[in-house]
């Protein structure tokens, strides 16, 4: 963070988001008060090849509080 602070990108990557064409999941739990839910909603909207999971019974880490749904929606992504 403090790289970033001192050494600002040009154009920041939210702004830049509808350029990549990769494919991209977006994980958020919907108690995450740290990135939320709100700004998990912009990236899916300007990442046109990106699917967005909710989930609905975590915070910021679903890995950790819901590690099942977790493998299994991280597996069928890789798999896809």
């Known amino acids: ?3 970033l602070q ?3 990108l040009e154009i920041p990557l939210v702004f830049r988001l509808k350029e990549i064409k990769h494919r991209a999941l977006i994980i ?3 108690f995450d008060w740290n990135t939320g839910l709100s700004i998990s909603k912009i990236i ?3 990442l046109k090849n990106s699917c967005l999971v909710l989930f ?3 915070a910021h880490f679903p890995d ?3 590690t099942n749904k977790f493998i299994k929606v991280l597996k069928g992504f890789l798999e896809a």
Request: glycine fraction near 6%; hydrophobic fraction near 20%; charge should be negative.
């Open 64 to 66: 950790l509080e819901d």
């Open 6 to 8: 001192k050494n600002p």
């Open 28 to 30: 958020v739990g919907v």
């Open 44 to 46: 899916h909207r300007d």
């Open 1 to 3: 963070m403090k790289y």
């Open 56 to 58: 609905e019974n975590s």
